[in-house]
């Protein structure tokens, strides 16, 4: 690791204000309403797609041990499959994750 | 949920009451997530006030994590910014999808204070609304997940050095678990959102694992995964009307 690093001030100020140009500009400036069948159904289908992205394979590597990963990834998708609430499942996997980390 | 169809779309206070219903569970994931992400801006040796303040200012959770990531890292700003940019993209996507929800009637002010909102999670709730978005609907929405965003940082910020460094870095699954959790019962009850995400997935994991693809960065693979996945989907599966799917509460 580099021994100096940026102003984490300005930094944060920096993502900050390009993180809220890319929600803010589309919702603010565009009106128009899109008619074409194919666009809807993708803007229905979008937020399954970038979740899934976002989650896969990231996961399997998201707690430094691919064991203990897995099993939280096998506890939250086993909980979320009986319905269970985002934060219940998401402590449950917090939990699976803490305790394969002993064993393995 | 068994919730008449509403015709009226001016804001009422109903509307607020119902966001905030609707953002509940959003705000309790949030909690163990923004916690994470306080635990990691410390154990970097940054002040928790400033993990406090990138939560504030930010509300994104993939984009803020790589960006401090990248700061600890010695990266220069123009990379802070670029990787953040790319990261964060898709709000591009959704808030464009939402242009397509919201009441027409809402003002410009109004939707400079809803874009702040707009994340994965309350995108996927308001995107699957039945119904015109209205401007209390979308701020009831938002405000619980922004409180606990900052919440949650705050106090994983301020406890991380008496926490036992197995728990911290247990706490890593708790984003992606929270991602399980929102997408996995819509798609059993969806062949459709199945194949969206299975599509998605493929994609995101060939792109990350084979080196032919190892130029692209993270967040450009999340670009790439979603319109293909989407766009993919979209043709074979043509939904025959704009109803969405619904996303558990």
């Known amino acids: 690791m580099k021994g100096a690093i940026a102003n984490p001030i300005i930094a944060v100020l920096l993502m900050a204000a390009v993180t809220y140009l890319t929600r803010a500009i589309p919702l603010t400036f565009f009106r128009k309403e899109i008619r074409s069948p194919y666009i809807k159904t993708f803007f229905n289908y979008m937020p399954f797609a970038v979740l899934g992205a976002l989650t896969f394979p990231d996961v399997f590597t998201a707690t430094g041990s691919v064991i203990s990963s897995v099993a939280g990834c096998i506890v939250a998708v086993l909980l979320a499959l009986k319905g269970k609430s985002m934060i219940f499942v998401t402590i449950c996997a917090i939990i699976a994750v803490y305790i394969v980390g002993f064993v393995a | ?249």
């Open chain 2, 1 to 249: 949920m068994a919730r008449p169809k509403v015709d009226k779309i001016a804001g009422t206070e109903c509307d607020f009451v119902y966001g905030l219903k609707r953002g509940i569970p959003i705000t309790l994931g949030y909690v163990p997530v923004g916690f994470t992400f306080g635990l990691m801006v410390v154990a970097g040796g940054l002040s928790p006030w400033v993990a406090v303040f990138t939560s504030m200012t930010n509300l994104s959770s993939a984009g803020q994590f790589a960006g401090i990531r990248l700061l600890l890292a010695g990266a220069s700003y123009l990379e802070i910014m670029l990787t953040t940019l790319v990261i964060n993209f898709r709000y591009v996507l959704m808030s464009l999808s939402l242009t397509q929800k919201v009441d027409p009637e809402i003002s410009l002010g109004q939707r400079l204070i809803c874009s702040f909102g707009i994340t994965d999670e309350t995108f996927a709730v308001a995107g699957v609304e039945n119904r015109r978005l209205s401007f209390s609907y979308l701020l009831g929405l938002i405000i619980g997940p922004i409180i606990a965003w900052s919440g949650g940082t705050a106090l994983g910020g301020l406890v991380s050095t008496a926490l036992p460094p197995q728990l911290s870095s247990a706490m890593g699954i708790g984003l992606y678990a929270m991602f399980i959790a929102l997408i996995t019962p819509p798609a059993v009850k969806a062949r459709p959102v199945l194949g969206v995400i299975l599509i998605s997935v493929s994609i995101s994991v060939v792109l990350r694992y084979l080196p032919l693809f190892s130029f692209v960065s993270a967040g450009f693979r999340i670009i790439i995964a979603t319109i293909v996945g989407a766009g993919i989907s979209s043709w074979l599966w043509p939904s025959s009307d704009s109803e969405p799917q619904t996303v558990k509460e």
